[in-house]
């Protein structure tokens, strides 16, 4: 809710191609957004075929097989298939977990892109990350294309990704869900402030709106755009 208001969330439903598309669900807010937007709360016509849910539990966190329970109900209620993995997360060489997790998650989208035939993957990034991810590398002296960030369509291997609510306010997405009464799950590692994101997510940024900028988050979102621009052959 922002401001007192809850705004209609606007998605940009013109970069998720025709055919088949992944929706990359966690069981946060944003990503169970993203999956009732799509498909309209199940009620999207053939939205049994054109799309796929898809989860891995990493096993790094107690909770991670309820989170497994909650994404896979999830789909079932949108009447769309689920395809779910439960990993084993071991780092290799110079890998933090972080890094770890993300290979597994990138090796499980691959084999999914290549077995359903799918012609994209959609995630749940929004406004709040751009901004998150413009701070971060700014304090890591990244140059122009670093600072653009997260964009809104990516090439990784043989996966092509989107992310059509970059547009939209992390709370304006809870603020939906909530409107409708629908629930979602929450990290606890969320709320650790030793994590660099974090920190700059729960403190950094609500410090600067408050002394600096009010629109703080929606400026960086259109800086980053400008950028993306910029370094766009």
Not at 134 to 153: C, D, H, N, V
Not at 170 to 185: I, P, S, T
Request: proline share 3%; net charge positive; with cysteine.
């Amino acid at each position: 809710m922002l401001n007192g208001k809850i705004r209609t969330v606007k998605i940009n439903r013109g970069i998720v191609p025709g055919g088949r598309i992944g929706l990359a669900v966690s069981g946060g807010s944003d990503s169970v957004a993203l999956a009732f937007l799509l498909t309209k709360g199940g009620k999207k016509r053939n939205a049994a075929k054109r799309f796929v849910i898809l989860h891995v539990d990493h096993g790094l966190r107690p909770e991670s097989k309820e989170e497994y329970r909650f994404v896979r109900t999830l789909a079932k209620r949108l009447g769309v298939p689920f395809k779910g993995l439960h990993a084993k997360v071991v780092r290799k060489n110079g890998e933090s977990i972080e890094m770890a997790a993300r290979r597994v998650r990138l090796e499980f989208f691959e084999k999914c892109v290549a077995s359903l035939k799918l012609d994209a993957i959609a995630t749940g990034h929004h406004m709040d990350d751009v901004a998150e991810t413009f701070l971060m590398r700014i304090r890591r002296a990244s140059g122009p294309e670093g600072l653009a960030g997260i964009k809104e369509t990516s090439q990784v291997g043989t996966i092509r990704f989107v992310r059509p609510l970059l547009g939209c306010r992390d709370a304006e997405l809870k603020a939906y869900l909530r409107k409708y009464g629908e629930e979602w799950r929450e990290d606890a590692s969320n709320g650790d402030l030793s994590i660099e994101r974090n920190k700059v997510r729960h403190k950094i940024i609500p410090y600067l709106e408050q002394t600096l900028d009010k629109n703080l988050v929606e400026h960086i979102y259109r800086i980053c755009g400008y950028l993306v621009k910029s370094v766009s052959p």
